[in-house]
Antibody, heavy 119, light 110 residues
Framework: EVQLVQSGGGLVQPGGSLRLSCEGS????????ATWVRQAPGKALEWVAN????????YYVDSVKGRFTISRENAKNSVYLQMNSLRAEDTAVYYC????????????WGQGTMVSVSS | QSALTQPRSVSGSPGQSVTISCTGT?????????VSWYQQHPGTAPKLMIY???KRPSGVPDRFSGSKSGNTASLTISGLQADDEADYYC??????????FGGGTKLTVL
């Protein structure tokens, strides 16, 4: 079965750090772009970051640049999101997703993990 | 960059058709044929329904179709069913390997 399974998340104080993990199975993980998308409570989806298959290129939404880092370990079929200097507005459910191999759509999604930033 | 513009809500009766619009700019929807649509039921992860404006992934019913004209993309759902009631989001490639989502539309099946 093709799937992405997420771990990490939780409650953190403003200014703190958190690392999210996402492990793929059932497909050739190293052949696909990986993506993080978030959704604040009651709000819309927001694209956060992308990483190429070989980790050569990474892209971020402006609001997280310099604070979040996306990375991957293809040997472990995993992608990560290191979140530093967290703010209240980063509170959201974070989803990892796979970008379709030859097309622009996110066709496999993780189950989501909640990140709450509060004192 | 602002989110793509979608109506906050649409509704229809079982068997009817509804169309959800998604308006962007000449920097995203208007210039790239890379619009995708997602269905999200409460408390669950989004599901890809349409990609590259008009294409359906395997397993998505042909009641779902996509189109685009200028800066506006559209998702049409025909033969509405109760299970179609969900939130729908459009997403466009915005260049430089970045993406932008719409504000979401709540579909109510009356």
């Amino acid at each position: 079965e093709v799937q992405l399974v997420q771990s990490g998340g939780g409650l953190v104080q403003p200014g703190g750090s958190l690392r999210l993990s996402c492990e793929g199975s059932g497909f050739a993980f190293r052949s696909f772009w990986a993506t993080w998308v978030r959704q604040a409570p009651g709000k819309a989806l927001e694209w956060v970051a992308n990483i190429k298959q070989d980790e050569s290129d990474k892209y971020y939404v402006d609001s997280v640049k310099g604070r979040f880092t996306i990375s991957r370990e293809n040997a472990k079929n995993s992608v990560y999101l290191q979140m530093n200097s967290l703010r209240a507005e980063d509170t959201a459910v974070y989803y990892c997703a796979r970008k379709g191999g030859s097309y622009f759509g996110f066709d496999v999604w993780g189950q989501g993990t909640m990140v709450s930033v509060s004192s | 960059q602002s989110a793509l513009t979608q109506p906050r809500s649409v509704s229809g009766s079982p068997g009817q058709s509804v169309t959800i619009s998604c308006t962007g700019t000449t920097s995203d929807v208007g210039v790239y044929n890379y619009v995708s649509w997602y269905q999200q039921h409460p408390g669950t992860a989004p599901k890809l329904m349409i990609y590259d404006v008009t294409k359906r992934p395997s397993g998505v019913p042909d009641r779902f179709s996509g189109s685009k004209s200028g800066n506006t993309a559209s998702l049409t759902i025909s033969g509405l069913q109760a299970d179609d009631e969900a939130d729908y989001y459009c997403c466009s490639y915005a260049g430089g390997y970045t993406f932008i989502f719409g504000g979401g539309t709540k579909l109510t099946v009356l």
